[in-house]
């Protein structure tokens, strides 16, 4: 069989194609994109029809690397599909917008190995700076990200030696808020489910929780870690605890909302046995979901675009001044109680 070789593509026109379709110089051409208050009216037609005719696309990238300059800066998220990194993209593209500046968003979903491609990508892009919400890796807690001289931030991660500028929420006074929250309604039996437990921000909140229970008499509380912080995660580890028997805690602290919606869907399950009346639940992040489930989710809210704005500023800070100290700039979370803790006594938010 003879397979038929597909012609090669054909090339983008260039602008010195364009200028000689439009019979001008290719300086007049430039002058049309960047500064078309210098060029004749009559002439500038011209240029923009043969534009039009040609089909050509201006190459910003490579504008932006002969000018030594770039008015686009990168945003690697963790996970998309998590919409507190959504909140943090629009803080961040906010702030750059009233900057005159893009955002080009990439999301690492979760794997390390392409938040590294990410990374050097936006780097290989010569962008004018990175805004980075790390996975929780020893990548991000080096001092050594694959962004060479690029001015980097991150974003609901701290630096440990303060190599990168971040910002964050105070993740030990967000659990703190949630333990606080039940023991008030008069819980005592108190389970916290969240993990793997190295992560840097469950270990806060479990920390904050403990700090909590610790200060009331009668008041326990047990760990039941997970392995991730994803609606199945949730339904797995609430069998667990229904596998104690009736009565073994009378609240869960999970450390994410999605834990929490797969905790609520396996006791929704058992008969006779409710939320919050024999266990109340709260949940970790306030995802977008959390107040229209089943069961609204009493929840830890962290302020998303509030953390993007911020770290878009520290970012613009850098790029102006390379030599600036870098710091970190803690941002407090708030809670929101609704129906998984309160029942009928909450009133939509």
Aim: charged share 20%; net charge negative; no cysteine.
């Amino acid at each position: 069989m003879v397979m038929e070789r597909s012609p090669a593509p054909k090339p983008l026109p260039s602008m010195a194609d364009v200028a000689a379709h439009a019979g001008v110089a290719l300086g007049t051409v430039s002058n049309t994109l960047n500064n078309p208050e210098k060029v004749r009216e009559a002439t500038r037609r011209r240029v923009l029809s043969a534009i039009a005719e040609l089909g050509f696309v201006r190459n910003d990238a490579a504008r932006s690397l002969a000018a030594g300059v770039s008015t686009s800066v990168g945003l690697v998220l963790a996970d998309l599909g998590n919409s507190f990194f959504v909140d943090i993209a629009r803080g961040v593209e906010a702030v750059m917008r009233r900057r005159g500046m893009d955002v080009l968003i990439v999301n690492s979903d979760i794997e390390p190995t392409r938040e590294v491609h990410n990374l050097e990508l936006l780097d290989r892009s010569r962008v004018a700076g990175i805004i980075i919400a790390p996975l929780d890796t020893d990548l991000a807690r080096s001092n050594f990200l694959p962004t060479r001289s690029t001015p980097t931030v991150l974003v609901n991660f701290e630096s440990p030696s303060l190599a990168y500028s971040g910002v964050i929420v105070d993740e030990h006074h967000g659990g703190r808020l949630a333990a606080d929250h039940l023991l008030a309604l008069g819980r005592r039996r108190l389970v916290f489910t969240g993990g793997p437990l190295f992560l840097s921000a469950v270990s806060a909140r479990l920390e904050g929780a403990r700090e909590a229970v610790a200060e009331v008499p009668g008041a326990s509380l047990e760990i039941a870690e997970t392995r991730g912080l994803n609606i199945r995660h949730g339904r797995e580890v609430a069998k667990r605890l229904l596998s104690r028997g009736a009565g073994a805690f009378d609240a869960v602290i999970a450390a994410s909302d999605l834990l929490a919606i797969g905790l609520i869907q396996v006791f929704g399950e058992v008969e006779g046995f409710s939320v919050p009346g024999d266990i109340a639940v709260t949940g970790y992040d306030n995802n977008h979901f959390a107040s229209e489930s089943a069961v609204p989710i009493s929840t830890v809210a962290q302020p998303g675009e509030e953390m993007g704005q911020a770290a878009a500023d520290l970012l613009l800070e850098r790029i102006e001044s390379p030599t600036a100290l870098n710091r970190t700039v803690t941002l407090e979370p708030r809670l929101i109680p609704r129906t998984s803790s309160l029942g009928a006594a909450w009133r939509r938010d």
